[in-house]
């Protein structure tokens, strides 16, 4: 049976345009994917750009930037002319920003004007000579003209922005340890590892640990390892492990 809609006298002309008409609708992704700013092929973004009135556009920001930039589109226009709306669009483009207005304690009690201080790690322009260039303050100063409110007047500052992390483990275990280890080992090289990890908290123990391995010159299948925390505790725990390597 024929998928046409076209009646039986249809002409040739009209049959080929209803092939092209069909063909166009067959489309590999769903309509929502072509919607959605995190779904959407990167080769069809800026249409998504323009059907969602992005204000500011660059083709060497990188994809994740113009991702980010199309999904905060709406909220930007919803709150623009705020100061809600300036650091959102240039947190979009992955810039910390610190934004003081005349009125506040450390502004510059001029009305009608505000200083913004937007702090940089990365330079997404089509330079490649520092983080701080004439095109990133440009890019940042065009941000900023089109979402703040159009009565204020502003400074811009750039500074660098560096992150760090730092991890700290601490662990107040009063306790006593004895611990024998006699190894009588050559040089062998372990297969695998197999770790165990125990976690003891406000208990009262005394751990012993003997630990025996006997080595034979070949390589071990295996390697086991023993790691326990403890936290305010008292503890005494006795275990005895022995590795025997065969090749």
């Not at 969602?52 to 905060?72: A, L």
């Not at 299948?221 to 305010?232: P, R």
Request: proline content about 5%; hydrophobic content about 45%; aromatic content about 6%.
């Amino acid at each position: 049976m024929s998928s046409s809609l076209l009646p039986p006298n249809a002409s040739t002309l009209e049959r080929d345009i209803e092939q092209v008409i069909a063909s166009s609708l067959d489309l590999p992704l769903s309509i929502a994917d072509l919607w959605d700013p995190f779904r959407c092929p990167l080769s069809l973004l800026p249409w998504l750009a323009w059907a969602y009135s992005v204000d500011q556009w660059e083709d060497s920001w990188p994809e994740s930037v113009k991702r980010q930039v199309v999904n905060d589109a709406f909220d930007i226009h919803r709150h623009k002319g705020t100061p809600y709306a300036v650091q959102r669009a240039l947190n979009s483009l992955g810039i910390k920003t610190n934004i003081l207005e005349w009125w506040e304690s450390a502004g510059s009690n001029v009305r009608g004007t505000m200083k913004v201080l937007a702090l940089v790690n990365d330079n997404i322009t089509d330079e490649n000579e520092g983080l701080i260039t004439a095109k990133m303050l440009a890019m940042v100063t065009e941000a900023i003209r089109t979402s703040k409110r159009g009565s204020i007047h502003f400074d811009v500052e750039l500074g660098i922005s560096f992150e760090e992390s730092l991890s700290i483990a601490a662990g107040i275990s009063p306790s006593v340890g004895i611990s024998d280890i006699d190894a009588d080992s050559n040089g062998v090289r372990p297969d695998g590892v197999i770790a165990l990890a125990g976690i003891f908290g406000i208990e009262h123990r005394i751990d012993c640990i003997d630990t025996n391995y006997q080595l034979s010159p070949v390589l071990p299948d295996e390697l086991l390892f023993t790691h326990k925390l403890a936290a305010v505790s008292h503890q005494l725990i006795i275990s005895e492990h022995e590795l025997t390597g065969v090749v």
